[in-house]
Structure formats: C-alpha cells, structure tokens
C-alpha cells in the first residue's frame, strides 16, 4: 500500500487554496488516490510515494485498461499522478516525473 503521508494532503491543499481547483476536482483527486493505494496494496506491503517507478504507474495503468475503465476516466487518474509528481518536484522531493511519457488510451470520437 502507499504509505499514508501528508505529502498528498499538502498537494491537494495547494490545488484548492493556490490553484483554486472547483471542489469536486479535489474530491475526485482523493478517491483516485485512494484508488491508488487500494491498488498497490496487491503489489507491495507498503510504498513510499517518492519512490513510486514508471513501470508501477504503467502496471497501474494497464490493470485499470483490464477492469475496463472509461478511457477517459484512466486519462484523468493519470493526469491527477503526474500533477502530483510534478508538485513533489516543484517542492524539491524527487528528480523527475515518474508519469512522463506514459500512454493513455484514446477517448473515442462520437459521430
């Protein structure tokens, strides 16, 4: 399981207070999280989130695909971690973005 950090708290404060994200985005920001942690549960007893690999978002990603989520909500858990990862850099916690260059599956076009 990630391990329970203020880190995320302190990420979603800033998103409300800084950014001035609508309230439903931070609710919708903290059930993907908890989603995340229910998640990685299966993989490891505990991980810390300034660890987190690329290939254990691109794990995560693919079991999502296999559950048969909507694209576009696989799109937006991906975004909220990368705009997580994008904070712990801007605060100086980790290096690089573990989310780069992921694929997300296409949202397909009505007609």
Not at 42 to 49: F, G, H, Q, V
Not at 82 to 91: E, Q, V
Request: hydrophobic letters at 40%; glycine letters at 4%.
């Amino acid at each position: 399981m990630i391990k329970d950090t203020p880190l995320f708290a302190n990420f979603l404060h800033y998103l409300k207070y800084d950014q001035r994200y609508a309230d439903r985005t931070i609710d919708e920001y903290e059930k993907d999280w908890q989603a995340f942690r229910r998640w990685s549960m299966r993989i490891a007893t505990e991980l810390d989130p300034l660890y987190v690999t690329r290939e254990i978002f691109a794990g995560y990603l693919s079991d999502l695909s296999h559950q048969g989520l909507a694209a576009a909500t696989i799109r937006r858990r991906l975004s909220m971690h990368r705009s997580f990862a994008r904070w712990l850099m801007d605060y100086g916690y980790i290096d690089g973005n573990p989310c780069e260059g992921l694929r997300t599956p296409r949202i397909p076009i009505r007609i």
